[in-house]
């Protein structure tokens, strides 16, 4: 497929460019933080963890250090950094290249909007992988991995893409509705903010029982903005947007949420990655460009969502520290 820069060398990007260059894959990381990009040119990409270990080797660049042009650049920084990250690459990218997003959001929203439709690709991805150290990548479990044009075409490039990512995830799949997983992922990721303003991990914290009507709520407000917009969420690795929506039983949502739990259960990272940007870190979320934006496109529909506006409320006072990260703080949630 060409050369690949990798805006982005955390978690997601990190893991995925590791595969791809041990692979033989030209890849070029790009990380801000400089003593990871530093580890990376002196011992290279340390991938640790149950799935595979094993040290990867590729140039990595602080964003000013970058020079020239790639076709193929994907964006892995956090969402709340989109913007400015797609303006600082935007220069390096080629007039017949794109950007694919690897991020959690609609951030490929973001990226039309600056970069334009044709060079902005879309991707769902639900591993689970963490930063653990300069140079280091903690992969603790394998997840959907979903690639697609914005517009529903199968392309080319989309059939490149694809052979591509198969060197990463093997069980990666193509799809006409990208959109669709991606507001299936926001209906997900609302309750993986909850979990992260208390001390369960994620699958100990879905597993509550008092807590499942916070499931349902968060879960139903996510979706009907979805239908709103036009869009039929997808599901994937145990989360099933059926089970929320409007008129489904009750019964439905525990048995998705077993299921969440069940698929969770076996990961090495315990704790989603809100948790560990506010507990470890203390560092902003990505609350307001992943998920506020429900509750604001919901805004648009006459859709109030009441408990997701909460949700991003608590989520702030816990990173301005005026909120104490106690698992109380979702049984305030779910009353509120």
Not at 31 to 59: C, K, M, S, W, Y
Not at 201 to 229: F, N, S, Y
Request: charged share 20%; proline share 5%.
């Amino acid at each position: 497929m060409g050369p690949i820069l990798i805006w982005g060398a955390g978690a997601i990007g990190g893991s995925v460019g590791a595969w791809l260059a041990r692979a033989g894959h030209e890849i070029t990381f790009v990380d801000v933080e400089a003593a990871h990009v530093a580890a990376i040119n002196a011992g290279g990409l340390r991938i640790t963890g149950p799935v595979a270990q094993f040290t990867a080797h590729a140039p990595a660049l602080l964003p000013g250090e970058v020079s020239g042009t790639w076709r193929h650049i994907f964006l892995a920084v956090k969402a709340h950094h989109t913007e400015a990250a797609c303006r600082a690459l935007l220069g390096h990218l080629a007039q017949d290249g794109f950007i694919l997003s690897l991020q959690n959001g609609l951030c490929e929203t973001i990226l039309t909007r600056i970069a334009g439709r044709d060079r902005t690709m879309g991707a769902f991805v639900n591993f689970s992988a963490d930063w653990m150290a300069p140079g280091e990548i903690l992969f603790g479990g394998r997840g959907a991995v979903v690639l697609g044009e914005l517009d529903g075409r199968a392309t080319a490039r989309l059939a490149d893409l694809h052979a591509l990512m198969r060197v990463f995830e093997p069980d990666a799949i193509t799809t006409d509705a990208i959109w669709g997983y991606l507001w299936g992922k926001l209906g997900y990721g609302a309750m993986l903010f909850a979990q992260a303003l208390g001390q369960l991990g994620i699958a100990d914290c879905l597993a509550r029982p008092e807590l499942l009507p916070l499931w349902r709520a968060l879960g139903r407000e996510a979706v009907e903005v979805a239908l709103a917009e036009g869009v039929d969420p997808r599901g994937f690795n145990g989360f099933d947007p059926r089970a929320f929506m409007p008129n489904a039983p009750q019964a439905a949502a525990r048995d998705c949420v077993a299921a969440m739990v069940a698929f969770n259960r076996p990961n090495a990272t315990t704790h989603s990655g809100v948790w560990r940007d506010l507990a470890i870190r203390k560092r902003r979320t990505e609350i307001d460009v992943q998920i506020a934006p429900i509750a604001e496109i919901g805004a648009r529909h006459g859709l109030a969502c009441p408990t997701t506006r909460r949700l991003v409320r608590m989520i702030h006072e816990v990173e301005a520290g005026t909120r104490p990260m106690t698992d109380d703080n979702l049984l305030e949630l779910m009353a509120a």
